[in-house]
Protein backbone atom coordinates (compact mmCIF):
# COMPACT_ATOMS: atom_id res chain seq x y z
CA UNK A 1 0.00 0.00 0.00
CA UNK A 2 1.40 3.64 -0.75
CA UNK A 3 1.36 6.75 1.35
CA UNK A 4 -0.02 9.59 -1.52
CA UNK A 5 2.52 12.52 -1.31
CA UNK A 6 -0.29 14.60 -2.17
CA UNK A 7 -0.83 17.31 0.24
CA UNK A 8 -4.36 19.35 -0.11
CA UNK A 9 -4.79 22.74 0.73
CA UNK A 10 -6.97 23.50 3.24
CA UNK A 11 -9.05 26.70 3.66
CA UNK A 12 -8.59 29.56 5.96
CA UNK A 13 -10.69 30.72 8.34
CA UNK A 14 -12.11 33.90 8.29
CA UNK A 15 -10.49 36.72 10.22
CA UNK A 16 -10.77 40.27 11.13
CA UNK A 17 -8.32 41.33 8.25
CA UNK A 18 -10.63 39.79 5.84
CA UNK A 19 -14.09 41.67 7.05
CA UNK A 20 -13.82 45.31 6.26
CA UNK A 21 -15.31 47.01 9.53
CA UNK A 22 -19.02 48.01 9.41
CA UNK A 23 -20.76 50.29 12.13
CA UNK A 24 -22.60 46.96 14.01
CA UNK A 25 -19.46 45.08 14.26
CA UNK A 26 -17.34 47.93 15.61
CA UNK A 27 -20.16 48.48 18.26
CA UNK A 28 -20.69 45.41 19.03
CA UNK A 29 -16.54 45.05 19.64
CA UNK A 30 -17.08 48.32 21.72
CA UNK A 31 -19.89 47.01 23.49
CA UNK A 32 -17.50 44.05 24.89
CA UNK A 33 -14.55 46.30 25.97
CA UNK A 34 -16.90 48.90 27.91
CA UNK A 35 -18.48 45.77 29.78
CA UNK A 36 -14.77 44.20 30.72
CA UNK A 37 -13.96 48.23 31.71
CA UNK A 38 -16.69 48.46 33.76
CA UNK A 39 -15.34 45.83 36.11
CA UNK A 40 -11.93 47.78 36.37
CA UNK A 41 -14.24 50.80 37.33
CA UNK A 42 -15.95 49.00 39.67
CA UNK A 43 -12.66 48.48 41.66
CA UNK A 44 -12.42 53.00 41.38
CA UNK A 45 -15.96 52.70 43.30
CA UNK A 46 -15.18 49.76 45.71
CA UNK A 47 -11.98 51.94 46.38
CA UNK A 48 -14.04 55.37 46.88
CA UNK A 49 -16.63 53.42 48.94
CA UNK A 50 -13.87 51.80 51.12
CA UNK A 51 -12.24 55.47 51.94
CA UNK A 52 -15.38 56.93 52.45
CA UNK A 53 -15.83 54.01 55.45
CA UNK A 54 -12.41 54.70 56.57
CA UNK A 55 -10.70 57.79 57.94
CA UNK A 56 -11.24 61.36 56.79
CA UNK A 57 -7.35 61.42 55.60
CA UNK A 58 -7.83 57.78 53.45
CA UNK A 59 -10.78 59.74 51.99
CA UNK A 60 -9.27 63.05 51.33
CA UNK A 61 -6.42 60.78 49.52
CA UNK A 62 -8.39 58.96 47.18
CA UNK A 63 -10.43 62.10 46.58
CA UNK A 64 -6.92 64.33 45.92
CA UNK A 65 -6.41 61.31 43.58
CA UNK A 66 -10.22 60.99 41.66
CA UNK A 67 -10.17 64.94 41.47
CA UNK A 68 -6.39 65.06 39.58
CA UNK A 69 -6.26 65.84 36.06
CA UNK A 70 -5.69 62.07 35.40
CA UNK A 71 -8.29 61.00 37.67
CA UNK A 72 -11.09 63.28 36.02
CA UNK A 73 -9.81 61.41 32.72
CA UNK A 74 -10.40 58.06 34.12
CA UNK A 75 -13.50 58.81 35.28
CA UNK A 76 -15.04 60.51 32.43
CA UNK A 77 -13.97 57.19 30.02
CA UNK A 78 -15.70 55.33 32.82
CA UNK A 79 -18.76 57.33 33.05
CA UNK A 80 -18.17 56.99 28.93
CA UNK A 81 -18.33 53.58 29.21
CA UNK A 82 -21.49 53.05 31.75
CA UNK A 83 -23.27 55.07 29.46
CA UNK A 84 -22.33 53.55 26.17
CA UNK A 85 -22.75 50.05 27.56
CA UNK A 86 -26.23 50.95 28.78
CA UNK A 87 -27.12 52.28 25.41
CA UNK A 88 -25.51 49.10 23.36
CA UNK A 89 -28.13 46.92 25.87
CA UNK A 90 -31.16 48.79 25.72
CA UNK A 91 -30.25 48.61 21.52
CA UNK A 92 -30.04 44.13 22.39
CA UNK A 93 -33.17 44.58 23.73
CA UNK A 94 -35.05 46.33 21.32
CA UNK A 95 -33.16 43.56 18.25
CA UNK A 96 -34.78 40.90 21.37
CA UNK A 97 -38.25 41.73 20.50
CA UNK A 98 -37.28 41.68 16.75
CA UNK A 99 -37.31 44.94 15.65
CA UNK A 100 -34.36 47.07 14.31
CA UNK A 101 -32.71 44.26 12.66
CA UNK A 102 -32.93 45.24 9.09
CA UNK A 103 -29.51 46.03 7.75
CA UNK A 104 -29.86 49.64 7.27
CA UNK A 105 -32.17 49.94 11.04
CA UNK A 106 -29.37 48.67 12.55
CA UNK A 107 -26.44 50.55 11.28
CA UNK A 108 -28.22 53.48 11.93
CA UNK A 109 -28.89 52.36 15.42
CA UNK A 110 -24.98 51.67 15.79
CA UNK A 111 -24.27 54.95 15.08
CA UNK A 112 -26.54 56.44 17.14
CA UNK A 113 -25.30 54.67 19.71
CA UNK A 114 -21.93 55.74 19.58
CA UNK A 115 -23.03 60.04 19.20
CA UNK A 116 -25.82 59.08 22.07
CA UNK A 117 -23.03 57.99 24.54
CA UNK A 118 -20.59 60.58 23.35
CA UNK A 119 -23.59 63.12 24.06
CA UNK A 120 -24.48 62.36 26.99
CA UNK A 121 -21.42 61.69 28.76
CA UNK A 122 -21.08 65.02 28.33
CA UNK A 123 -24.26 65.83 29.82
CA UNK A 124 -24.12 63.76 32.66
CA UNK A 125 -20.32 65.48 33.54
CA UNK A 126 -21.97 69.35 32.96
CA UNK A 127 -25.06 68.91 35.05
CA UNK A 128 -22.42 67.33 37.60
CA UNK A 129 -20.41 70.21 37.21
CA UNK A 130 -23.35 72.97 37.59
CA UNK A 131 -24.31 71.35 41.01
CA UNK A 132 -21.29 70.79 42.25
CA UNK A 133 -21.03 75.15 41.48
CA UNK A 134 -17.92 75.39 38.43
CA UNK A 135 -15.08 73.69 36.91
Known sequence: MSKSTTVKARPLSPHLQIYRPIPTMVMSIVHRITGGALYFGMVLFVIWLAAAAGSKETFDLVNGIYGSWFGRIVLF???????????????????????????????????????????????????????????
Open 77 to 135: GFTWAMIHHLIGGLRHLVWDTGRGLEKATATKMAKATIAASIVLTILVWVIGYAVRGGF
